[in-house]
Every structure is written in C-alpha cells, then in structure tokens.
C-alpha cells in the first residue's frame, strides 16, 4: 500500500532543507542563492509533474501513501501523506507557479539570502498542506506557511501599505485558523474510537480514520461554519476578504503569484478535505447557505475591481472575485460542479500569477501602478501584452482557455442542484446573479487592457525601460500556453480531476 | 484527397486558425505577409468551393446533415465535437470562403503590425465557420465567442478615432447577449438528459413536460426562447438592439467591416434559424408577431437614420441594420407557420424563410462591397464627410461605376442579388402578416432614398476642390478593383439566375417549416 520511493515527502521537504541551507550560505553570494531557489523549485514541480502522470486514475482515491509513521503517538498524531485526483491537480500547480516565482524574483537584490529562504519555507508549507491526511500535520503546514508571508510582505513589499497589510493579513488567516483548529479539536474528540477500529477513549488525527468516525450530527452542525468559514477567510470568502486585496498589493510580485495562485486555494482546499469531508451532513445543511455570502464574493468582488484606479488592486479584487466561484463550485455538491471548482483553483491559479507577473514587471520599469498614467505598453512589450490579454480573456471565461471550462462547469452545477437530490430554488437564481459577475469581469479587464497596454503610448514619460529577460519571457509563455492547452484539452485535467471529485459527491449524495 | 474528403469540413473550420499562426512565424517583411495571407485563405476558399461542389452528392445522416464528424471532445459534461452542414450553412460557409480574402486584399493598405492583424483575421474566419458548422451547443456557443476577440482587437487597434469607446461597446453587448444564451444552453443541457447535442434536443424538446425549478415546462421553454432570442437578436441586429453597430462599424477598419456586416450579422440570423425557429416552433409561434413588429421597428427607423446621416460609413451601416431587418421578417414570418396547418401558409413561410437566407447571403455581397468602397474614399481623401466629398465621378469614374452597380443591388434592382431575395420575403410574408409587410415596403422606399442620397452626395454635385488641392484622390487600384470584381460578379449571377443557390437552401428550409 505504501509508496515504495518517498516522492511526496521529498516533494515537501527539499524545499524546506533548501531554505536552511540557503541560510547557511554566505550573503554575497546572491547568485548562487537564486540558483539553489531554482533548482529546488524546479526538482519539486517536477516530481510533482511524475506522480501526476504516474498516478493511477482507474483506481482512484489516495496513492503514493507514506505512513501513518506515528509521530506524537498518545495524542494519535502521525506523519501520513498522500496524493488523489484533488491534491495532484494543486501540487502541480504549486509546482509550476513556485518555480516561475523564483525565476520572476531574479532581480531581488535586497537580502536575498533571506527573501529566498521564507520563499521556499512558504513553498514547503504549501506543498504540505496540499498532501496532508494528517489533521494535526495539515494545520502545522497551514501555519508554517503562513507565518513566512508576513516576514516576506513586511520586508521586501511595497513600501507604502507593507507593515499595515503584513499585520492585517497574518491577524485575519491566523484567526481564521485558531477557529478551525478549536472546531476541529472538537472533531478529534467527538469521533467514535471503535468505529474508527482503536481502543475506546483513543483518539486520531488521521483523516482516513476520521471520516469513518461517525462524527455525531449535533458535532457537525455546530463546527461546520468555524472550520469551513475558518479555512474560507484564506479563500477570500465575503465578508472575510477584505485582507486579500491589500495583502496582494503590498507583496513583492513572486509573493502575490503564491499568494493569489496557491496559497487562497490552500483556504479552498483545506475547507474542502477537513469541512467537507470530514462533516458531510453538516455540509449538506449549511453549504446551500454559504452559497449566498458566494455569490457577493463574485459580483461584488468583479464590481469593486471595475472602479480600482491601482492596476494591482483590479488583480486583487479580481481574486476575490474568481475564489467565490471556487466555493461556489463546492456548494452545488455535484460531480459537475466539484470538477469546475477544482479546475477553477487550477486555472486562477495560473491566470492570477500570470497577472502579477505582469503588473511586477510593468511596476518594476515605471515606479507607477495608477492606470490612468500608463498607456501604450503593448508597443514596449508586445509579448507581455499578449500574455496579459489572453489571461484577461481566460478569466473573463473565453471559451478556447481554462476559465472557460471551469465556469462552465460551475454554472452546470448550479443548474443541476445537489448530487442528493435535495432542490433549493435559489439555485438557478444564484447562476443568473452570478453570470453578470462575468460580464463585469470582462468590463473591468478590456478596461485595463485598453489603458494600460492600448492607450497613449509617450516614450518621454518613463526614465527605466529596460527590456524584459529571457526568464520573464519563458514565464509569461509558460502560463499562457498552459491556459490554452487545458482550455482546448480539457481532458488533460478534468480525468485526474473527476476521479478525485468522485468519491467526495458520494459522500454528498448519501 | 480521402484524408480531404473525410475531413473536409474539419479542415475548413481549422485552417484559417492553423494559418493564423503560421502568419506570426513565418519570416517575410510586410508585402510577403499579405500575399502569404492571402493565399492561405484562398486555399481556404478552394475547400469552401470543393464543399459546394461534394455537397450534392454526399450523403446525408437522419438529421440532414452532411458531412457529419461526431468525435468525442469533453466527456466529462458529454459535449463532443459535432460539426456537419445542411443547404443554409452551406450557403453562409460559402459566403464566408468568399469573403475573406477580399477582405485581405482591401487591406493591402494596412501598414501598421501586418502580422497580428492578418492573424487576427483569418482567426475570426475560424470563428465564423466554426458557428455555422457547430451541431453541438457547446461547440457553437464556443466558437460564437471565439469571433468576438479578433473583431474586438480589430476595431480596438486598427479602427478610426473613437475606436475604443465603440470596440467595448461592441464586446459588452455582445457578451451581456451571450452569457444568457449560455444559461439558457445549461437549462436545456438540464432539462433534456444532459445532453449539448443539438438534433438530440430538439428531439427531446417536444417531450420536455412537468416543471423545472418550480416553474412548468411552458415558461421554461418560453425563457429560453427569450434567452436565445435575445443573444442572437443582438448580433443580426434587431431593433432596439442595434445601437452598438453603427459605431462598431463607422470605427472598424474596412475589410473589419465587411466581415462584420458580411458574415457577423449573419451569425444572429443563422442562429435563429438553426436554434430557436427548430427548438421552440410553438414559442415562435406565439411571439412571432414581436418579431415581426421589431423588424418592421428595424426596417423604417434604420432606414430613417440612414437618411439622416451625413457619415457616408455610418450610412452603409444603418443601411446593414435595414436590410437585416428583412432577414428577420422572413423569420417572423416562419414562426408564424408553427402555429398553422394551412399548407398555404406553411408554402409562404418556405418562400420567405428561402428570401431571407438568399438575402444573407445577398446582403453579405453587397455590404461588403459598399463597404470596401467606402474605404476606397476614405483611404484618399481621409474623411467620410458626405458634404465634404462631391463630384467624384469626374474625377474616379471607375469607381463611380462600381459605386452605382453596388448600390444598386443594395437597394434591391431587379436583376442584382438584393431584387429576388428581398421579392421572395416580401411575397412569402405577406399572407401572414399582411399590414405589416405593406407597412415595411415604407423602409424599401426610404432604402432608394439614402441610396441615391449617398451616390448623389459622393458622385455627383459641385467638386470640391479644397479635396482634390490637399489630398490625392486617384482612381480605384487593381488590387481594390481585384477585390471588388467577385462580389459584382456574384451579384450579377443571383440577381438573373439565383437558382444555382436556391436550390441548395429551398431544400433544406423545406425541411425546416416541415412544409
């Protein structure tokens, strides 16, 4: 049963080794720092990308098991992690947006000794969270990973907002988290030993054990909406969200990529595998519910990014936005919409680090992110326009990119109602609200799009244009051809995808 | 040439795309561009032709459609990518095939970023034939906004002064139209067995019954209709709608227009024929005579506006939204016959559904050539001002000829391709709906006004010679004159002989009213 090579405990813990050792290393040594960062990065993304394609979807459920090797054992807490048709989908995305992170952070030049250690702490954290069945593991990765965000924004963020948004976000998540952690304390405890297979009054950390534990329904329904709310404040859920738009902004451009593209769907997913899974009938209650507090996430977040006048607060709120369809995708509690949630994490996440990769690299040259002063880039920079533009059609769900086949399928789920067969006649209401939301998405990116990239071009205005590296270039590429190819193959993912939903709408639909 | 024949129409829809992107790699300078896209759509253009040719021998599948590729695409949602033609899409294919390299040619002017420009267009011409080919609602619905970016860019890049204002207005309408017809595909995906296959729905539309969300079939039907109705009453576009399109084409650059009045409009009016006139016969019934009131709406007021411009483009482009208008009569006019059993009525409703796709077909022609003329104008004397232009013909009267012979078959003279199309919706919608019909013929009269208004203001008059000193206004070169002989050519053929087309579509449409 268990994996016979440690692949995703190396996935986890090389970067963290790495992070110690650059440490370690002397500080003038700024290139062979960003050197390590690369590799590290690049061997995690790509034993993340091995297990993906080695992975077997007509089995299904948690392979590449290591453990449960007890780790506290009188507490039940034990190292157990493993990979399923959810998980993979995220790790790669970790992959892939932590090793553009490192190729866009090249020109940090300010202790990068540092900055590059928490980057690849944070990276670890991630990556653990991710990969976790472990209830006790999943919550010390969740907070190892934030902690090194509020060093990284305090530090080497935007001068103006960095202490104030460093402090709001580490207060919001760490909250958000201590709440999950009571509920899901109380989850540890409520769980039937014996139906669990251990000795009466032994209790388990272990996920697998857990969602045999006949989690008693009074339990459920009481803990549901801190663990799942507790998770949702890293989602972006409203009226939680208002920490994500000034963390975005205030972070260095690689931190935003992470933060936007991978750690908001560790929110996601954490309330997905702990909430969700672990009180499925508390889930079928209050999720129709929550449903609503969604819905404003995707059209009010879409409105507010429509009046920004600071081009990374468009990407911001536009985060706020897209997470909303995320847990939207959750609570139609159908194979369907499941699949588009899912998929919806995979592609924001690539589209959002597309963006601030985009406004890092205009930012870097002009010192100003007030879109009324920029204009005409796409003369200057033809191939970060484009990339710009085809993740702006993506997020707007231009069918022929990922955003397409993700909304699609959400909206599908809406329409469907739960797997359950429960009716809530709000549901088709929610999805004609909803739509419009993509609607102003599309108003608010043709906005930027012709200001920023098609407006005025005035050479005499900026004073720093040096041209984009080849590392910038390899980025944006990389990105935008991964929009396109799951947008036209969908298949790519949604197989992978589909066995890892499968076993979650059976629990649903009981 | 099987690997041609088993693919055929795969290779139609996807070789503008593949040639799109064989634009922004090869290595020439500007002038190798244009002929290099040129030749690509013209190869484009020999499929289209060898379609024509193929169809009437191929066989045909249950549905009538030829052609047919079902392959498996999106599983997961039970989408595949299911692509055939019948007499109406193939006419529209063709119109398409024709178009686009003309439109190429005209823009052998364009100077500025020829090789995104190019690309863009030929990606648009994947759009185009894509939603014409689609028989699965995913594929269409994909393909429907796939057309909607290269447009976008082509007015927001190339376009004139206001082009920005305009290109937005132009995508946010479209895109509020869509993502309806987008809910409104999910409720039917829902309704009817999870599936996008569009001869599946509509034979499971008659059965669909009981209620849905709490509310009965009827009204969900009728929703839907409105949904689709809308989406589709944007593009063509239908009055009140139409507001986008004027400016849409006054900033577009030329061979931008031509497709857009050429083809684009089009999509709205295939639309209702391939999905609403065949989802919902019964909601078409009940509400036809809106339609028919909104196109006669069309037909009198855009005429008007017409006449009351003085920008010579803005003029064809009224004119666009008045011809449509009877595109849509002729559709008022078969949804009607879903309510009858007359066999009289249901023989009408053939003979004006027939003049309203020979009359996209007709004005696809026609539009695009006005609007290459235009351009011609506009490219020597930069401005479209019709009181600044004058006394033309003296100067350019080549192009004086090709003006008139243009506008005439806009305005429908017998002989050229607007007289037996705009005839045949005309004498097929008048038994339905008689006082309607007669109240349109308003709008044909008000059509030879601005007609002869626009010829008068640009040909004949006092020259001014403020234009002719600063500005040099030479006649029409070969490469527009080579642009334009095709479409006066076709012109010519419909308007003495249009059965070499009519007999394709009547086919097709008979099946369609099940007359």
């Known amino acids: ?510 | 040439m099987d690997f041609i024949n088993n693919n055929l129409l795969t290779l139609i829809v996807f070789s503008p795309a593949i040639f799109a992107v064989l634009m922004l790699i090869i290595p020439t300078k500007d002038r190798g561009l244009k002929y290099a896209a040129l030749i690509f759509s013209l190869i484009t253009t020999a499929l289209t032709i060898y379609l024509w040719i193929q169809y009437p021998a191929a066989t045909s599948d249950p549905a009538g459609f030829k052609f047919v590729v079902n392959a498996p695409w999106f599983p997961q949602i039970n989408s595949t990518y299911h692509v055939g033609v019948d007499g109406i899409s193939l006419a529209m294919i063709l119109l398409t095939g024709i178009l686009t390299p003309l439109g190429i040619l005209i823009s052998f002017r364009i100077t500025d970023r020829v090789r995104v420009y190019l690309a863009l267009f030929l990606l648009l011409e994947t759009g185009m034939l894509g939603v014409f080919a689609s028989l699965d609602l995913i594929i269409f619905f994909i393909f429907w906004e796939i057309g909607l970016v290269p447009m976008y860019f082509l007015i927001n890049v190339w376009g004139s002064k206001n082009r920005q204002y305009a290109s937005f207005k132009f995508f946010i309408y479209t895109m509020a139209g869509s993502v309806g017809m987008l809910l409104a595909i999910q409720v039917l995906w829902f309704a009817l067995g999870k599936t996008y296959d569009m001869n599946a729905i509509q034979a499971a539309l008659p059965n669909f019954s009981g209620t849905l969300f709490g509310l009965p079939a009827q009204t969900i039907k009728s929703i839907a209709f409105w949904a689709f109705t809308i989406a589709f009453a944007i593009k063509v576009p239908i009055w009140p709608f139409h507001t986008w399109l004027p400016d849409a084409h006054t900033e577009a650059p030329t061979a931008g227009s031509m497709l857009l009045a050429g083809v684009l409009l089009k999509l709205g009016a295939y639309g209702f024929l391939r999905i609403v006139l065949p989802f919902f016969p019964d909601q078409a019934a009940q509400f036809s005579g809106i339609l028919a009131i909104l196109a006669l709406a069309g037909i009198v007021f855009t005429a008007l506006a017409a006449f009351g411009q003085n920008d010579f483009k803005r003029l064809v482009a009224y004119s666009s939204v008045n011809h449509m208008g009877f595109v849509v009569l002729g559709i008022a006019a078969a949804a009607a016959s879903y309510g009858s059993t007359d066999p009289a009525v249901k023989a009408s409703a053939v003979i004006a559904v027939n003049g309203a796709v020979l009359q996209m077909f007709a004005h696809g022609l026609s539009a695009a050539a006005m609007f290459a003329l235009v351009g011609v104008v506009y490219d020597r004397a930069h401005t479209r001002d019709l009181n600044e232009l004058g006394g033309l013909w003296a100067v350019m009267p080549i192009y004086g000829g090709i003006l008139i012979f243009s506008a005439m078959a806009n305005l429908g003279l017998p002989g050229l391709a607007g007289f037996p199309a705009e005839f045949q919706v005309v004498r097929g919608a008048w038994p339905v709906f008689t006082l309607i019909t007669a109240l349109s013929m308003i709008g044909l009269l008000l059509t030879g006004a601005y007609v002869l208004k626009a010829i008068q203001k640009v040909l004949h008059g006092p020259v001014n010679h403020e234009l002719l000193h600063h500005t040099e206004m030479t006649e029409i070169n070969w490469t527009e004159r080579l642009a334009l002989a095709p479409l006066m050519v076709l012109m010519l053929a419909i308007g003495l002989y249009p059965f070499w087309l009519m007999g394709v579509i009547n086919q097709s449409v008979t099946k369609l009213i099940g007359g």
């Open chain 1, 1 to 510: 049963m268990n994996s016979p090579f440690p692949f995703l405990t190396l996935i986890t813990f090389i970067p963290a080794v790495a992070g110690a050792i650059i440490l370690l290393m002397p500080k003038e040594r700024g290139q062979l720092i960003k050197v390590t960062a690369a590799v590290v990065t690049f061997i995690s993304a790509v034993l993340a990308l091995f297990i993906f394609f080695t992975y077997d979807q007509t089995k299904g459920g948690y392979q590449f098991i290591e453990g449960p090797y007890p780790w506290v054992q009188s507490l039940g807490i034990s190292y157990l992690v493993g990979a399923d048709g959810i998980n993979l989908v995220m790790l790669i995305l970790t992959g892939i947006v932590s090793f553009m992170g490192v190729l866009i952070s090249w020109g940090i030049n300010e202790r990068p000794k540092e900055f590059f250690a928490f980057f690849l702490f944070l990276v670890a954290g991630v990556y653990g969270v991710f990969m976790s069945l472990d209830l006790f593991l999943l919550i010390f990765f969740y907070e190892l990973s934030i902690f090194p965000m509020y060093f990284l924004i305090a530090n080497w963020g935007w001068p103006v907002t960095r202490e104030y948004a460093a402090m709001k976000l580490t207060l919001y998540l760490l909250i958000g988290s201590i709440v999950a952690l009571i509920g899901l304390l109380a989850v540890y405890f409520s769980a039937d030993s014996v139906a669990m297979g251990l000795q009466p009054g032994e209790h388990t950390f272990n996920m697998l054990k857990l969602a045999q534990g006949n989690i008693p329904l009074a339990v459920q329904r009481f803990w549901f909406l801190p663990i799942f709310l507790g998770f949702g404040v890293l989602a972006g859920i409203w009226p939680f969200h208002n920490w994500s738009p000034d963390g975005h902004v205030a972070a260095p451009t690689a931190v935003s990529m992470i933060h936007a593209g991978v750690l908001m769907k560790l929110g996601a997913y954490a309330a997905l595998v702990t909430a969700v899974k672990l009180l499925p009938d508390a889930a079928k209650e209050f999720l129709p519910f929550i449903i609503f507090l969604v819905t404003i996430n995707v059209v009010y977040g879409a409105a507010i990014a429509m009046v920004q006048k600071d081009f990374k607060y468009v990407i911001g709120f536009s985060s706020v936005s897209h997470m909303g369809l995320v847990t939207m995708g959750f609570a139609t509690m159908n194979q369907v919409g499941l699949n588009g949630a899912v998929l919806q994490m995979f592609s924001h996440g690539i589209m959002t680090a597309l963006f601030f990769s985009v406004v890092g690299m205009i930012y870097d040259r002009t010192h100003t992110r007030q879109i009324p002063e920029l204009g005409g880039f796409i003369k200057f920079f033809p191939i970060v326009g484009i990339a710009f533009i085809i993740g702006g059609l993506a997020s707007m769900g231009m069918p022929g990119l990922s955003g397409f086949v993700a909304e699609l399928q959400i909206f599908m789920g809406l329409w469907s109602g739960p797997a359950n067969g429960a009716i809530y006649p709000w549901y088709p209401i929610i999805a004609i609200l909803a739509i419009w939301g993509v609607v102003l998405t599309a108003a608010y990116v043709l906005r930027v799009v012709q200001q920023v990239f098609f407006g005025d071009w005035d050479p005499h205005k900026w004073h720093d244009l040096r041209p984009i590296n080849l590392g910038d270039k390899f980025v944006l590429v990389t990105f935008t051809l991964i929009l396109i190819v799951v947008g036209l193959f969908p298949g790519v993912l949604m197989n992978m995808i589909n066995s890892g939903t499968a076993p979650v709408v059976k629990l649903l639909g009981g």
